[in-house]
């Protein structure tokens, strides 16, 4: 049970002034390797080599405390961006691509693709936009800009994790546990965890002393723990998938197995352990795993029953309304295709690797890592735009 790049969220002081903000702003997709961006109709919005963005990018380098004596862009500069969410982006790039240290630092774009926040230093690095705050790194520690780059928590941690319900798990020292601040920087839960994972749903997974595992609400107070467990996920839906020993006598007389079931709010198991794995819940459906001679992957509803039986090689979770599953070609390689939440194929097998939908398009002919997609297709499997490079294939 359980990648992608870099997420940005807006902040604006207010609530209302925040959501009003988020709906004015667009989904926008990375092509030709991160390099820039299309729209939903398909249309290049920020080109890749913008000469803008490369002369602010030039200009902000130039301006670094860098331990160079200047950047060297031998071959130029080459700028590579995260995702876009709610109007900004992360943007990378090496001081000096060739050095055996390449200085690589980064900036945030916005939806025009000009540099609206710049590299404090060449040690710098800021990290995602979650609720309105951005992790970033200097020399002194770890921090929280806002969305206009301001410091509004300073650098004073070794490590930080991003917002999640208002809260971020945090560690001052490499020797201490996690502990989570509130967006004032204040400490609410002390530092007593040994892994401290975002919230959902207002419970945070976390693994206690000892290496028990629970969730905890956020005053800190242990919700939900069990010694029984051996793994356990985030809520997703109100539900968390929990693993367990069971004793089934399926092998033999007395045989026991770790199966997955999944646990709701007060703990109890809604849907009995029985699986041998899972994954989250996502819009009503969660993949499970069938092991042994009828291997595959299949989706159960949020009653425990299998809606969609385990006939797939591999597949992924639904997002709008969708779920990329995977069959075995003649060559025996995997090729990815689209389906309902009844089962049915909307887009048939075809891609050898894919991308969720997001925004009412899907990258697929992806690279391994699923990124770097080379085509992007609707919910109707329609072609909205394709790189004029050709795709390698694997």
Known sequence: MNKLLFWCLLFLGGASTMNAQQAATRTLFPIENNTGFIDRQGRVVIPPKSPELLAEVNQASKNLNSPLSRPRFK??????????????????????????????????????????????????????????????????????????????????????????????????????????????????????????????????????????????????????????????????????????????????????????????????????PRFANVRRFAQGRAVFVQYGTNHGYGYLDTTGTIVIPPTFADARDFSEGLAAVAVRGPDEKLLWGYINPEGKPVIAPQFRHVQPFKGGLAGVNCDEYCENCKTYIDAAGTVVWQSKTRQSKD
């Open 75 to 272: 071959d130029g500069i080459s700028v590579h961006f995260g995702d876009f969410s709610e109007g900004f982006a992360l943007a990378g790039w090496s001081l000096c691509p060739q050095c055996r240290n390449p200085f690589n630092i980064n900036g945030i774009i916005d939806e025009t693709g000009r540099l609206v926040i710049p590299p404090k230093s060449s040690y710098s690095r800021y990290g995602d936009f979650h609720e309105g705050l951005a992790r970033f790194h200097g020399t002194g520690g770890g921090g929280f800009i806002d969305r206009q780059g301001n410091e509004v928590i300073p650098a004073q941690f070794y490590e930080v994790t991003d917002f999640s319900e208002g809260l971020a798990a945090v560690r001052k020292f490499r020797s201490d546990k996690y502990g989570y601040i509130n967006r004032q920087g204040k400490v609410v839960v002390p530092f007593l965890l040994t892994v401290a994972n975002p919230f959902h749903d207002g419970l945070a997974l976390v693994t206690l002393e000892k290496g028990n595992l629970g969730f905890i609400d956020q005053t800190g107070r242990l919700a939900l723990s069990n010694p029984k467990w051996l793994d356990i996920a985030d809520f997703s839906e109100g539900l968390a998938a929990v693993q367990v020993m069971v004793r089934n006598n399926r092998l033999y007389q007395g045989s026991q197995e770790e199966l997955y079931g999944f646990i709701d709010r007060t703990g109890k198991f809604v849907i009995p």
